[in-house]
Nanobody, 114 residues
Framework: VQLVESGGGLMQAGGSLRLACAAS????????ITWFRQAPGKEREFVAT???????YYHDSVKGRFTISRDNAKNTAYLQMNSLKPDDTAVYYC?????????WGQGTQVTVSI
């Protein structure tokens, strides 16, 4: 099982980025996918989740700016991030979970400059 995040980078405040989480070796459509992030010196925090049913939930700080989605045919989940703020700077991690099975990606850095 492998999760590989991509799409991070450096962006000015107000800009947009789309992160991708590509999965392999798993029944992707059955898994809930969650994006977490960890800023320097802070604990890892929940950003957004999409269940196998496609129900979504968001942290209050990203509601209306971020959109999580999935393409089961491509075994890939996405996090569209708009109106980026410097506070969004963090390493973003993809998590896949089904019952007691849980997997993490290696993370992708997102840096938002003023």
């Amino acid at each position: 099982v492998q999760l590989v995040e991509s799409g991070g980078g450096l962006m000015q405040a107000g800009g947009s980025l789309r992160l991708a989480c590509a999965a392999s070796g798993m029944a992707f459509s059955r898994y809930g996918i969650t994006w977490f992030r960890q800023a320097p010196g802070k604990e890892r925090e929940f950003v957004a989740t999409i269940y196998a049913s496609s129900t979504t939930y968001y942290h209050d700080s990203v509601k209306g700016r971020f959109t999580i989605s999935r393409d089961n045919a491509k075994n890939t989940a996405y996090l569209q991030m708009n109106s980026l703020k410097p506070d969004d700077t963090a390493v973003y991690y993809c998590n896949a979970r089904l019952s007691s099975n849980q997997y993490w990606g290696q993370g992708t850095q997102v840096t938002v400059s003023i």
